[in-house]
C-alpha cells in the first residue's frame, strides 16, 4: 500500500459520507459559515464516525449483559450462553449490509468517476480500505464490549486474540460476500442473461435480505435452536463449525493445550479462507467500479409502452411503488420493520396461552408492528424520492396529495407484510380470528401515518430540493419521529383501556368492546384530520 | 387578462446570506427575456421563485395576477419550469417520467399522446424512452425534463440554462419552439451563459450580479448604453470581469513556469 492508496481511499471515504449528509439544510449551513469548509467536513465525518462506535458499544453492551446475567444465580460466563453466535452473526450481518449500501451509494453516486480519470495506477484495495476507514472498522465496535465483559469477570484473556481475529475474518467475510452479491448483480451480461436476470434480481435481492435477518431474528429470540445444537456439537468438530463453534473458541473459561490448539488451527484455517476472498472480492469489486465508470446503459424489462394519462392519485402510486421496488437500498429498507417487530409479535402470541389470547391483546401484541410500519414507512417513502423531490416541487401538487399518495403506498406494502402474518398468527398460532383486529390496526396505521407524513414534510426544509436520512435531523429526527408516531398510533388504545376498564367494573366485560371504541376513536380522528387537510 | 411577470421588491435570504435583492422587473407575454449572470449571481434562485418552487422572504412575485408565494398550486399550473441539473426520478423510463407528469397535470390522454410521441420524435429521444433515467446521458436526460415541462403547454414558460447539454438539432429545435411560444402571446423566461443563445433569442435581457440587477432592455438599449457592440463585452463590462487580457497574461506565464 503506497501513501496515494491511503490518500485516495480516504478522499473517497470522505465524498461518500458527504453525499450522505449533504441534503442536511444545517450541516451545509455549517460548512458555509465554517472558514475551511473541507476540514469542518472532515470533522464532522470524524465525529459521526465516533457516533457510530459509540451506538455499537451501547447496543453490543445491552445484547451482553442481557447474557451475562442469570437469573437469581448471579454472572454465567459466555461459554453457556449463545452470545459468540449472536454478536458476531450481529457482526456479519451489520458488515454485510453497510458494505452494500456503502457500494451501491459509490456505485449510483459515480464517486468513482472522478478517481478514475486519475493519471494514476489505482490499487485494487482502494474501495476496500475507504469501507473499512468508516463503515468496516466502526463494526469491530460491536465485538469488543463482549470481549471486554468476558476478559474482566471470567479472565478469558485469549478472548482478546481470538475474538478480534474473528471479528475481523466475519467483518471482512461480510464485505466480501457483498461484493460478490454487488458484482453478481451488476456484472455486464448478454442481453437475454441480462433480460432474465432483471426479472430475478430483486426477487434474488430480496430473499438473500429475508434469509440473513432471519437466521439473526431466530437466534435473538428463539435461542433453544441454538441452544440445541450448540452443543451438540461433538469434540473437536465444535472448533471448525463457523459461528456457532465461536463460544468455544472466543469465550473458553477454561482453556485446555488442546481447545488452545484446536481453536488455533480452526482460526487459521478461517483467516486464510476469509484473507483470499477479501483479496478476491476487493480487486473484483474494484474491477467493475472502474469499468462502469461510463456504461450504465440497461433496460426495464416490466417497462410498459405507450403514454397513458392516469388519476393523480394513481399515477403517484405507481411512481413511489416504482422508485421503491426498483432499487435495492429503498426494497430493503421497507421490510426492516417486520425484522424488529416479528419477532416480539411472535414471542407475544406464543408464549399467551394458545388459542385464548383474547382480542385486546392479540391488537396491543400488534400495535409495535403498526407503530414501527407507520413511522419507518413514512420516512422511507419519503426518503425514497431522493433528488425527484425538486420534480414534486415543480408540479401542481399539495402536502396532501403527497400524504395521500405515500399512505396509499405504505398501505400496500403493510398490507401485502401483514396479511402473511395475520394468516399465520390466525392459521398456526391459532390466534383470536377477529376481522375488527384487523380494521383496527388498519385504520391505526393510516391516522398514525398521516400525522407522521405530515410532520416528516414539515421537517424538510422549504428551500431543499432533495430529500435523505439526514433532512429530519438524522438518527434524532427519527426518534422523534417514532415518539411522534407512537402517541398518535398509542392515544387511542389508552383511551379505549381506561374506558373498558371503567365500564367493566359495571356492566360490560366482553373485550370486543375494547376493539369498537379503538375503532371508534380512530374513525372519528381519521375523518377530523382528513376534513383539516381536504380545506 | 395578458400574460405578465411582475417582481416587486424581491428578496430571497438563504440563512443570513441575500441571493436576491429587491429585484423590480416586469415581462409581457409574447417576449422571450433573457436572464444572465455569473455563477451565484442569482439566476436559478429568481427562476426557481417564478416557478414558484421557492418562496419568496420579501417582497412579491405575480405570475399572471397570481402571487407565487401564495397560489403556488395555481402557479404550478400554468407554468412549465425545466431546472438548471434534469433531477429526474432515476428509476423511471423516460415514458414512466412524462405519462407522470401529465397524469399529474391532467392533461387530456389524446392530446399527451400526440404531443409526447411528437416531442420524443422531434428530440430524438424515441429510442431511450424505455431506458431507466439514471442510465442516461445529461443532454438526453435535459431532453426529457425540457418535454415534461412543455407538454401541458403552458402559459409561461421558465428555462433555468434549459440548452446545456443539448445536441445541435435539439438546440436548435427548442430555440424554434421557444419563438413560437412567444409568438403565440405565452411569456418565456430563460437563464443562460451562451451569449449567442441570448443575443439570437431574447426580446429583452436582464444581467444579474449578485443577486441585483444592474441593468435590463433590449440588446440595442444595452449596446447603446455601454457603448459595446455584443453582448458578451457588454456582460463583462457591467460585471466588473473584463480584465480577461491581464488573467490570461498571468495564466500563460504560469503555464510557462
Redesign the interface.
Known sequence: MKKLDFFLSRRLMIEQRYQALKSNQTFLRNVQKSKNSGKYVEKFVLRSYYGICFFFTIFSLLISAEYLINGTSGFRPFTDSQIGFVIFLYALVVSASSSFFFLSSLNSERLIEPLAILPVKISPYMISLSWFMFTGSATFFIIFPPIVISVLFFHTYLSIFFGIIWGGILIFTGFSLSSLIFIFLNAKRKTAVRKMRNGLSNALKLLAFVAVFSVFDLSLYFPQFVDYVSPNLYGTVRYFVPILGLRYIVFESNPTFYSILFSSISTCIYAVIALLLFMFSSSSITKLMMSNVNSTKNTFSGAKKGFRVKSKGTALVEKDIRIVTRKMQNLTLMLLPLFFTLPTVFSIYATGTVGTLNPSSAYLGLLSLLIISASFYSMQLIISEGDGLENLRILPLTDWDIIKSKLKTGLIIFSIFSIPIIIILVGIIRAPDDFLIEIDLAIGYIFASIISLSWLLRKIPKDAMTVNFYSFNGSLGIIFLFGVTAISAGIFPILAILIYTFLSYSIFRDPYVFLMLIFIFNVTALYLISMKYEK | MSLSIISRNLIKK??NSKALDDINLEIKGGQVFGILGPNGSGKTTFLKII?G???ATSGEVLVNDLDTNKDR??V??IVG?V?ETP???????P??F????????????AK??ER??KFCSAFSLTDNL???I??LSFGTKQKVAVIG?MLHDPEILVLDEAMNGLDPKSSKILKTLLRDFSSRGKCVIFSTHIMEVAEDLCDRLAILYKGKIITEGTLEELKRASNDTNLEDIFLGVTGQDQIGNIVETLKEAMKS
Open positions: 438563504y440563512g416557478a418552487v421557492l418562496e398550486e395555481l404550478k399550473e419550469y431546472p433531477t429526474l426520478y432515476e428509476s423511471l423510463t415514458r414512466e412524462l405519462n407522470f407528469v401529465a397524469s399529474v397535470r391532467g392533461i387530456n390522454e399527451f399522446k409526447a410521441e424505455d431506458e431507466p439514471g442510465s415541462a
